[in-house]
């Protein structure tokens, strides 16, 4: 599946980035949870640099592991 993403008007830093995805690593670890899918946290890095969108993620992890039946 062939995603269109419109790029974002203001580019964010690396900087910004990284600080996005460790604030997001400290929310799960406080709930107890840890992201070790390396292909879910590439996700996570393409939200944050604004290649994708959340509901993009979504589709994509969607398209990756169908559900079972």
């Not at 599946?1 to 790029?7: L, Q, R």
């Not at 390396?38 to 992890?61: P, S």
């Amino acid at each position: 599946m062939a995603i269109k993403v419109k790029p974002r008007a203001v580019q964010r830093t690396e900087s910004e980035v990284e600080s996005d995805l460790s604030f997001a690593d400290a929310a799960l670890g406080v709930a107890g949870h840890q992201v070790k899918d390396l292909g879910t946290r590439e996700l996570g890095w393409r939200i944050a640099r604004g290649e994708i969108t959340g509901d993009q993620a979504v589709q994509l992890t969607k398209d990756r592991y169908p559900p079972r039946r």
